[in-house]
């Protein structure tokens, strides 16, 4: 039955369901990870932040709350220009961890 | 004869207030409501940051300060003012003649039940962070199951930061606190899942940084920027907590077996009362106004009142400590000098 409406899927985020061996995974290859303060710093200095919605702050958000398709998109559009390296304060080698993240998620579309 | 200075409170402001004014050479009186000395800390089981034991540090002030006249079980009834000094009477009938008096009152704990949107008091598995470290002092409590939850989260920020619940200050040591429950509750339960719902995290202080850095590195507990909105119970008698992610922008639903409320820090009705007995005015934060906020913390703006530790505001113990030291010092100045 058509109503002329239709509901929307719910954006909430369940955290009973998500799924973490992936990150678990991450963790161990980048125990710095759990450092990230969510700053900003790294969106704000990103060039490609601008055109494509480029963050490492919500790509690594994004993997703690299992949306990792999300991340893999938003990693598509890095240019591994090595800026947000640059101005993160805790010393995360963020140009490194994205480059972890798309090896680990290649093996696993394997 | 010894100078008489009566302290009320036999917290660790007190405490330590007393021992420095024995070894200065005067006869402090401490005048305690309840029955054990120690205060809050007496109750609290582990202080960070180096986990040194609460029994350790309140035992050795009670040690220092075993000279001093103590009343336990007491309070002050009323205060009759004479020429140049107090004649305070106590609730046990004795009265006492004094030109100085240090508040050393300290606080009261936010009421978590007035929060009823986090549902202390109404749903079994939820706690406040005093209950826990009862807990962990006795090791008995029927909200926590013997095998350890398997979820838990810690709610910061719990009548703190709260206009609707009439206290906008920050209580300063619950971020650091609830940090390390959730280490000390992940060591007692390495398999269970601990989550953190923050609005800021307010490490200041020393070694605090480093800390937190430790729970998320070494002990896995996730932090979760949001205000919990509403805890409600499944229908199998499990918790379900509501936040947004705020980092995210997302709503966020999570099924909790332990729920701990990190309640504030907040002003001692008592002691406004006592200091209405003595005509001292309030702070607009509801704590006790001192002379100056910055220079004279410990002085109240009448004269041979003084005052030390979270009666003035939220304190952690080190700050506690040193500003009981700095009293008794402003004490023995005052009683050389007459100012």
């Known amino acids: ?110 | 004869m010894k100078e008489n200075i009566l302290i009320i409170g036999g917290g660790i402001a007190g405490l330590e207030a007393a021992g420095q004014l024995l070894k200065l050479g005067y006869n402090p009186i401490i005048v305690e409501k309840s029955d054990h000395l120690g205060g809050h800390v007496a109750d609290w089981n582990r202080l960070f940051p180096d986990m040194s034991p609460a029994e350790d540090l309140v035992s050795r002030l009670i040690a220092a300060s075993s000279e001093a006249n103590i009343f336990l079980n007491t309070e002050i009834s009323f205060v009759n003012r004479l020429k140049d000094s107090w004649n305070i009477m106590l609730s046990n009938g004795i009265s006492i003649i004094t030109r100085i008096l240090l508040f050393a009152t300290g606080f009261t704990l936010f009421d978590a039940s007035k929060k009823e949107e986090y549902g202390y008091g109404v749903y079994n598995q939820v706690m406040t962070n005093s209950d826990l470290e009862h807990w962990f002092n006795t090791g008995q409590d029927e909200r926590i199951p013997e095998e350890g939850p398997a979820a838990m989260g810690f709610v910061h920020c719990v009548g703190s930061r709260d206009e609707k619940a009439r206290n906008p200050q920050c209580s300063k040591v619950c971020c650091i606190t609830a940090v390390k429950q959730a280490i000390e509750m992940k060591q007692k339960f390495p398999e269970a899942m601990i989550y953190c719902f923050y609005m800021d995290l307010r490490m200041f202080g020393k070694k605090y940084e480093d800390f937190y850095i430790s729970a998320q590195k070494d002990y896995g507990i996730r932090f979760i920027r949001g205000r919990v909105s509403e805890v409600s119970e499944n229908i199998e008698g499990k918790l379900v907590v509501k936040a947004e992610d705020t980092l995210s922008g997302k709503p966020v639903k999570v099924t909790l077996d332990l729920l701990v409320l990190m309640s504030g820090i907040v002003c001692n009705q008592q002691t406004c009362k006592t200091a209405g007995l003595l005509s001292l005015p309030i702070d607009s934060d509801g704590f006790l106004k001192s002379r100056d906020n910055i220079a004279d913390i410990t002085e109240a703006p009448r004269e041979g009142i003084f005052y030390a530790g979270t009666c003035t505001g939220p304190k952690t113990v080190p700050e506690t400590l040193a500003e009981a030291r700095s009293a008794a010092l402003e004490i023995h100045n005052y009683i050389l000098n007459g100012m």
């Open chain 1, 1 to 110: 039955m058509d109503f002329g409406f239709k509901i929307s899927p719910s954006s909430a985020v369940n955290l009973d369901n998500v799924d973490l061996t992936l990150y678990n995974r991450l963790l161990e290859a980048e125990p710095d990870i759990c450092k990230c303060i969510a700053c900003g710093s790294c969106t704000a200095s990103c060039p490609a932040n601008r055109f494509s919605g480029m963050s490492v702050r919500k790509a690594i958000l994004n993997l703690q709350r299992g949306k990792e398709k999300e991340t893999a998109r938003m990693l598509s559009n890095c240019m591994l220009c090595g800026k947000c390296t640059m101005v993160c304060p805790r010393g995360i080698n963020t140009r490194h961890l994205i480059l972890s993240i798309c090896k680990l998620y290649k093996e696993e579309a394997k």
